[in-house]
């Protein structure tokens, strides 16, 4: 059978369905690399931050470990995630409410699989929300947001969409700090949107995958406000550097137990358990405690410093950009630059980006894969492209209450800072 013919038997909801673009723009960068070519990877937004060092003390001690775990997770972890949520959030969390799994992105593919609803997404959002709901075929509504809101969904907005058909099932995803703006909602917005959905039921997802990473360490999930309605996504890929452990976490209200029991029914039948060894060490990182509330200062430290930098030099150069609050996200608007662009044959983000990479070696990615209009000038950029482990080691020798100044950033984070300048050297070219 030839590959055309293969290719006729694929899922119609997986045909035409490109490789995640944040994978793509990191494998793009790597090849880029290996032939040679000066690349400043801004595209992938992985943690530049080692893993702390007592949670690979415990993934050594822990190495043996070769059983098949529960389904829904470790025990002794699954109690660590919800005393977690219980010592930060002050949420009513025991172990059985809490599902682990081989990365969050899993779980919220799980999720939809086994919950019949719409999949609200706010836009821009992070770039595999809306291609598993397709693998899924659920169907993808996209609410708009406005770069004067710092692209976060509005209460007036989730009120418009869910009036126009109040018993619809949904879920709505909210990520914050945002990827891929980096901003985040102050409380009184959160108890607004708790406020929308509780009076049209809606199951909100709240992914806050980077809530450890929010600059002022003051992360409030909505699950303070509407926790009988709130599913919590986490894990250790951002806050503890380990991506490649693929270690996710949900935490359910009681309400929702239904549907936590219908997602491991799933899980038994897909990946079976989460990698032991991962697990046992996982503990340690839930538990929290002095040494990784250290880490988690002086990594939020240099974000900041880092992102205060950035947004100045952006700004400087004429590019809308909305504020972060956390993370290492940017959403620059490139729109005030749009005729000197045209110029230059530049009409759209996607040919931003290409141009970009093609002149200065800078890697970001244009705001359509986040669910933008094409035509829009928008990218994001992720300020990673440093050596988290000597940033954090120099660090830890200024004192926590003093900022991290411009010269600090200058002798650790040089390859971002060279990546920016390029960029606004390019504009001015």
Known sequence: MSNGQHE???????????????????????????????????GLGQSPFPVPRPIVRELQNNAHQKDYLPVRG??????????????????????????????????????QLVYYGDLVIPTPSWVSYAPQAHIVGRHVRWLETDEKNNWLLTPAELERLCRADPTKPRIVILNYPNNPTGCSYPDEQLQALAEV???????MLSDEIYG???????????????????IIASGLSKWAGAGGWRLGTFAFPSELKWLLDAMAVVASETFTATSAPIQYAAVRAFQGGADLERYLQHSRRILKALSDWIWQCLTA????????DGAFYMFPDFEPLRSRLAVRGINDGEELCHQLLQETGVAILPGSCFGRPKQELTARLAFVDFDG??????????????PLGEEFIRQHCEKVLAAITRICDWLDA
């Open 8 to 42: 006729v038997h694929l899922n119609l909801n997986v045909r035409g369905l490109p490789v995640s673009a944040t994978l793509g723009i990191n494998e793009e960068s790597n090849r880029l690399l290996a032939e040679g070519q000066q690349i400043y990877k801004l």
């Open 74 to 111: 470790l025990s002794a972890l699954c109690e660590a995630v919800a005393g977690y949520y219980r010592r930060t959030q002050n949420l009513a969390l025991v172990g059985e409410n809490i599902l682990i799994g081989p990365g969050s992105k899993e779980l919220m593919f799980i999720l």
């Open 197 to 203: 959905a509780r009076k049209y039921h809606i199951i």
């Open 212 to 230: 450890e990473l929010n600059f002022s360490g003051g992360h409030r999930s909505i699950a303070r406000y509407y926790p009988e309605g709130t």
């Open 317 to 324: 150069a004429g590019i809308t950009v909305a504020r972060p």
């Open 389 to 402: 482990a000597k940033a954090l080691a120099a660090a830890e020798q200024i004192a926590v209450d003093q």
